[in-house]
């Protein structure tokens, strides 16, 4: 009988697999020794990662947040996207004020409210003033819970064709800290748009809960990491649904 | 001069008239606010200290002759950082009640080094009592109440302008005044909401962001100066600055946070004076026969107070200038004494010139008289004596 580990960890495997072939080459991905040690290798290299997004918060408001994330990843060319999936999306999350920023460095995308602002993906140095002038983002709050909201994505985008769709965003909350949220949605997101699971006008249900429903054939995309105290303990901390309809 | 005056610091009032009529135009009843960078109340003053605090004396009553100087310096201020309430948590934790008023600044200061040493942190919770009584009256520990008693004594004898150093002198805003202060010109970042800190932010003039709360509500020195200066700096034409050399960084963010509330500054920084050719921090508790205390007995063994006076500010600002190139040499601090004693003696004709023309010769473009142009000048051989005024008036 498959367990749901080994359900998440075959998960997390394609994404290693699809990112780095070669790591899958050297690694056995479908045992927990073998994923473990592919990961510390990918946090060795992530130290002196090739291409990276900056994203700078002044605020964070989750829906809000979604959005404007949506829309920075629709804006990455198609060239930079390769590089930026070869180091798994890697983004650096910086405190700062996009609006005292924005004459001295150019952003890819700022959030209609001025609240978040995205640079790159692009070679680690091009970010190294920017940088410099900020700090890391302390997002060590547990994560609020909120009630489940709509969040329209991609809504000025051209739909070429493809009728928008309904999915649920499904986000853990459960000894999660606002840091941790945003890297795991961050990865979730920017790669379901890069893959074009999410596209223009689509809504996306934020649903909030202690931990993401068990049954993996519901998701279209999820991202799944270890737990703090057990790295090799595999957990989901956030998902995209398959289309949803009203009834 | 004036005794303190609650929170405006103490303000020496404009000249004399007789002096005033022979003023530069414009120069008259212009508002000057000194604001030296405050020693904490926790150990003994050492060189560095004094230099700075002799450099602010003559710079304050030299100007006070020509405008009108309030002279800030306020431990209350001060009082709020993790710095101050941890070694008075700390006290009270190890060594419980103690009857502190006999003690010596060293003693003192001993405590505080096994402080800093034994490098705990004092949780929030073990230091709020603490900033309430601080914030709500004043209160201070006898371990900094007594260390301040004995600066004041310091003062006197050297003559140096007290500033309040005994008087409650709370900052003009709240600390959530300051940051919503901040907030509306767009110069802070406030993540507290996230687990974060508060930040000063003048990114926008290219400076890098700068804690001032950390994420669990703490205070540091800078948040500090805010609350004081963000009211009180723009009230003035000049708000001159005066602070160690490392601390650079947070003087040019401050500087530029004040001129966006509309306050004109001007920044003085002072290399601290190293003993033996190194620049230590006094939390490591090495100095010696250096402290205040012990120059001025050494020096009082020898000379008379005036000669003292005089000749402390002739090793401390001229001697050793506003750099750091020179270590603290107790043979120099004794050649300035003796030239002070032949200063005295008056032996050389005088300055005719009236004292504010010979204060105005070193202004420059500031208003603040420049305390190094005008010590040095005491000393040069091709000029004529000091006046009986301005040595008075300065520098007794």
């Not at chain 1, 997002?139 to 000025?156: F, I, K, M, Q």
């Not at chain 2, 947070?250 to 530029?256: F, G, Q, S, V």
């Amino acid at each position: 009988m498959t367990t749901s580990q080994e359900l998440l960890r075959a998960e997390v495997a394609r994404r290693i697999a699809t990112a780095r072939p070669e790591l899958a080459a050297r690694f056995d991905l479908l045992t927990a020794d073998g994923l473990l040690a592919a990961q510390r290798e990918i946090t060795r290299a992530a130290q002196d990662a090739k291409v990276q997004a900056v994203c700078v918060l002044r605020d964070f408001d989750l829906p809000t947040w979604v959005r404007a994330t949506c829309a920075f990843a629709a804006r990455v060319d198609a060239s930079a996207a390769v590089g930026w999936r070869r180091d798994f999306t890697r983004t650096v999350f910086l405190a700062g004020n996009p609006d005292n920023l924005r004459d001295r460095f150019v952003f890819g995308h700022v959030a209609d409210d001025g609240s978040a602002a995205w640079q790159g993906p692009a070679p680690a140095e091009e970010s190294t003033t920017l940088r410099r002038l900020l700090k890391l983002f302390d997002g060590s709050a547990e994560l609020p819970t909120r009630l489940s909201t709509v969040v329209r994505v991609l809504a000025d985008r051209d739909p070429r064709g493809r009728a928008p769709v309904r999915r649920e965003l499904h986000v853990a909350t459960a000894g999660v800290t606002i840091a941790d949220c945003l890297v795991h949605l961050n990865h979730l997101l920017v790669e379901a748009v890069l893959d074009e699971v999410v596209g223009p006008g689509d809504e996306l249900v934020v649903r909030q809960a202690p931990w993401l429903p068990a049954s993996a054939g519901l998701f279209a995309a999820r991202r799944i990491d270890g737990t703090p105290d057990h790295p090799d303990r595999l957990r989901a901390y956030a998902a995209l649904t398959g289309e949803i309809h009203d009834a | 001069m004036t005794s303190a005056t609650g929170t405006g610091g103490s303000t020496a009032g404009p000249a004399p008239a007789r002096d005033q009529a022979r003023l530069p135009r414009g120069a008259a009843r212009r508002r000057v606010l000194l604001a030296p960078i405050t020693v904490t109340p926790s150990k003994p003053l050492t060189p560095s200290h004094l230099k700075g605090l002799l450099w602010t004396d003559v710079m304050y009553r030299a100007t006070a002759r020509l405008a009108e100087v309030t002279y800030r310096y306020s431990p209350t201020t001060y009082h709020p950082t993790e710095q101050t309430l941890g070694f008075w948590e700390y006290l009270d934790r190890t060594a419980g009640e103690t009857d502190y008023s006999g003690l010596t600044e060293e003693a003192i200061g001993e405590l505080y080094v096994g402080y800093r040493a034994a490098g705990q942190r004092a949780g929030l919770a073990a230091l709020r009592p603490y900033a309430e009584a601080v914030e709500l009256h004043g209160w201070v520990h006898p371990a900094s109440a007594r260390v301040l008693e004995l600066w004041t004594a310091h003062y006197a004898r050297l003559g140096m302008h007290d500033p309040g150093l005994l008087a409650h002198q709370p900052p003009g805003l709240r600390l959530e005044e300051a940051i919503d202060r901040l907030g509306a010109v767009g110069m802070c970042l406030d993540q507290r909401a996230y687990g974060g800190p508060v930040f000063l932010d003048a990114t926008r003039y290219g400076l890098p962001l700068r804690q001032i709360v950390d994420a669990r509500g703490r205070p540091n020195y800078l948040a500090c100066a805010l609350r004081e200066l963000i009211p009180l700096a723009p009230r003035f034409d000049e708000t001159v600055l005066l602070y160690d050399r490392e601390l650079e960084p947070d003087y040019l963010l401050l500087e530029r946070t004040l001129s966006e509330f509309g306050a004109t500054i001007r920044r003085v920084t002072l290399g601290r004076v190293p003993i033996d050719g190194q620049i230590r921090s006094a939390r490591h508790g090495d100095w010696h026969d250096h402290t205040t205390g012990a120059l001025l007995s050494r020096a009082a063994a020898e000379y008379d107070e005036p000669v003292l006076r005089l000749g402390m500010r002739l090793y401390f600002i001229a001697g050793l200038g506003q750099g750091q190139q020179q270590s603290f040499r107790h043979e120099a601090l004794r050649q300035s004494l003796a030239r002070a004693a032949r200063l005295l003696s008056g032996t050389r004709t005088t300055d005719p010139a009236p004292l504010p023309e010979v204060l105005s010769r070193h202004r420059g473009d500031h208003l603040y008289v420049n305390p190094y142009r005008l010590t040095s000048g005491l000393l040069a051989r091709h000029r004529p004596a000091p006046s009986d005024d301005l040595l008075s008036a300065v520098y007794l």
